[in-house]
């Protein structure tokens, strides 16, 4: 008997793009959950009443921004309880490839452990560039995927649960993937399938004449970044996620510091972030089941 996949792709003010994302993916599971995370914004009114009409597509509005975490949530939660047994979810910016669920599902099939979360490998959309990590092939374990493109277990979702609401933004990919493992199912990558994607509000610029491309992450984001960081550091420890974490982390803030504008606003921000931090106080439960 085969089983069954939904897809869910979360929406915040995005442009005529997320139309032929979401066709395309439409192409490949039996329904798709967008999330309007901008209501009351009438140009995404209009641009998802439009995939409203399509058949197989649901709109789910909320009532505010309500942040990636809560807003995959709603898909993610939506999808389970109309019976799928897996959920592929992506945001805006990334770029759905043909053929990418079956090469996804194929490493739930062959994986020697049971697996919660297969993700593709990772381009940049702006340059076409196959990050160091994302190279290889066939099917690799990791500690950590980005969520966007990756497929989630309906078997795992019922045993680590959603996402973690409170993180809002930022390292909730790399709680729900460190909650797998620790509850031991495998986290996969498929190298044979490559998710275009794009990080932040990338701009190319020169840096000592060589060309660089900048996320230009707002004051916000340095916040949750930061303040999520700790609470990643104190949830989960110091483990090879962290290794990697602090090789992009250490990169990105070079950057930040001789290249982006706003300097001061985003330094205080990862300041007031990193306080928050430590002062985070974990509930009782720490996802929503």
């Known amino acids: 008997m085969s089983r069954s996949t939904a897809g869910v792709v979360l929406a915040f003010q995005p442009d005529e793009t997320i139309l032929a994302n979401v066709t395309r993916l439409r192409r490949q599971v039996e329904r798709v959950y967008v999330v309007n995370n901008s209501p009351g914004d009438e140009r995404t009114a209009e641009l998802l009443g439009r995939l409203a009409s399509a058949q197989g597509t649901v709109v789910l509005d909320q009532t505010d921004n309500v942040g990636v975490a809560a807003g995959f949530n709603a898909g993610m939660r939506q999808a389970l309880t109309d019976g799928f047994d897996y959920v592929w979810i992506f945001d805006q910016d990334s770029t759905v490839a043909d053929g990418m669920l079956g090469q996804l599902l194929r490493a739930f099939a062959?994986?020697?452990?049971?697996?919660?979360?297969?993700?593709?490998?990772?381009?940049?959309?702006?340059?076409?560039?196959?990050?160091?990590?994302d190279r290889g092939e066939g099917i690799g374990a990791r500690p950590t995927?980005?969520?966007?493109?990756?497929?989630?277990?309906?078997?795992?979702?019922?045993?680590?649960?959603?996402h973690d609401e409170r993180l809002f933004i930022d390292y909730v990919d790399h709680d729900i993937s460190?909650?797998?493992?620790?509850?031991?199912?495998?986290?996969?990558?498929?190298f044979d399938t490559i998710l275009d994607h794009r990080f932040g509000a990338s701009t190319a610029s020169v840096f000592f004449g060589r060309r660089i491309y900048l996320?230009?992450?707002?004051?916000?984001?340095?916040?949750?970044?930061?303040?999520?960081?700790?609470?990643?550091?104190?949830?989960?420890?110091?483990?090879?996620?962290?290794?990697?974490?602090?090789?992009?982390?250490?990169?990105?803030?070079?950057?930040?510091?001789?290249?982006?504008?706003?300097?001061?606003?985003?330094?205080?921000?990862?300041?007031?972030?990193?306080?928050?931090?430590?002062?985070?106080?974990?509930?009782?439960s720490i996802v929503d089941r």
Not at 146 to 154: D, P, V
Not at 178 to 190: D, E, H, W, Y
């Open 145 to 162: 995927l980005i969520s966007s493109g990756a497929l989630f277990s309906r078997e795992a979702l019922e045993r680590i649960g959603l």
């Open 178 to 190: 460190l909650r797998a493992g620790a509850a031991g199912f495998a986290v996969v990558k498929v």
């Open 215 to 284: 996320s230009n992450y707002s004051p916000m984001r340095q916040y949750y970044m930061a303040r999520n960081r700790v609470v990643m550091i104190r949830r989960h420890g110091l483990g090879g996620w962290f290794r990697e974490d602090l090789a992009y982390t250490t990169k990105a803030w070079i950057k930040v510091l001789l290249c982006e504008r706003r300097r001061g606003k985003k330094i205080g921000a990862a300041v007031r972030g990193t306080i928050d931090g430590i002062r985070f106080r974990e509930p009782r």
């Open 110 to 133: 062959e994986w020697p452990e049971p697996v919660a979360i297969a993700g593709p490998a990772l381009r940049a959309e702006e340059t076409g560039f196959l990050y160091d990590a």
